[in-house]
């Protein structure tokens, strides 16, 4: 399976434009491929959403409407705030707001009538599908902690042992540890995956994590990316990526 990893965007907050709806940067819009949803799930750091209708109108353009108020309202938006939008799927963003001192805001606790705890969610609203980009590093050939973000998305459905399904075929079974107040991907069969797919420092590993009923992780498919393939990676290395 070839993962296309979506880029993510930002909005800078001016209540004049984007107190009752926001409009998404026009560029982003062909990654929809074309579908275009009718709502979105905007979630946050502790596995909250809000609900947020899209709308297209006669220029092509398309914004978030009906329910982007109450986001705004039950996150104390300000004028100056900087909110970055990484999509988990077509319909599913994880969302950070920072503050005008650069500074991530603190998330509401009680968020209202119209937010919906995710313990409260059904199967249909569980996001499929969640990425995530690392450049391989040396310590790699051991470990790769997974993101903040997607441990928090997967709740209670992160298990000892997770198949890492590699684009061209390799599969091996790997670890899932918790260390500290990180978790861990590693084990014997990661060193294999490594020597058989031939990664080199500067590689990039583009991850999908797999979820199943539950919020469960089935398991992790990963793409790599040899950095004589993509000059493009020196960049991304050179800024801590």
Avoid at 41 to 67: A, F, I, S
Avoid at 107 to 124: C, F, I, M, R, Y
Avoid at 203 to 211: H, R, S
């Amino acid at each position: 399976m070839v993962i296309k990893p979506t880029p993510s965007f930002f909005k800078l907050y001016l209540p004049e434009h984007n107190s009752n709806k926001l409009l998404i940067p026009p560029p982003f819009i062909k990654y929809f491929n074309g579908c275009i949803p009718k709502v979105v799930k905007l979630w946050n750091l502790q596995g909250k959403l809000w609900k947020v209708k899209l709308e297209v109108v006669q220029d092509g353009r398309v914004y978030m409407t009906k329910g982007w108020n109450e986001y705004v309202r039950n996150h104390s938006l300000v004028r100056g705030d900087f909110l970055v939008f990484k999509p988990l799927n077509k319909s599913d963003f994880h969302v950070k707001v920072f503050g005008i001192d650069g500074v991530i805001k603190e998330e509401p606790v009680n968020t209202g009538v119209t937010t919906e705890a995710a313990a409260s969610l059904g199967k249909d609203d569980v996001p499929q599908t969640l990425q995530f980009s690392k450049i391989y590093k040396p310590y790699n050939k051991f470990y790769v902690d997974l993101p903040k973000a997607v441990i928090e998305a997967c709740e209670h459905g992160l298990p000892q042992k997770v198949t890492l399904r590699e684009e061209k075929g390799c599969v091996v079974e790997s670890v899932l540890r918790k260390i500290t107040a990180r978790f861990r991907l590693g084990g014997q069969g990661f060193n294999e995956l490594w020597k058989k797919t031939k990664v080199k420092i500067g590689d990039k590993l583009d991850f999908e994590v797999i979820l199943g009923e539950g919020r469960n992780i089935k398991e992790i498919r990963l793409k790599i990316t040899h950095k004589s393939k993509k000059g493009k990676l020196a960049a991304e290395i050179a800024g801590g990526r």
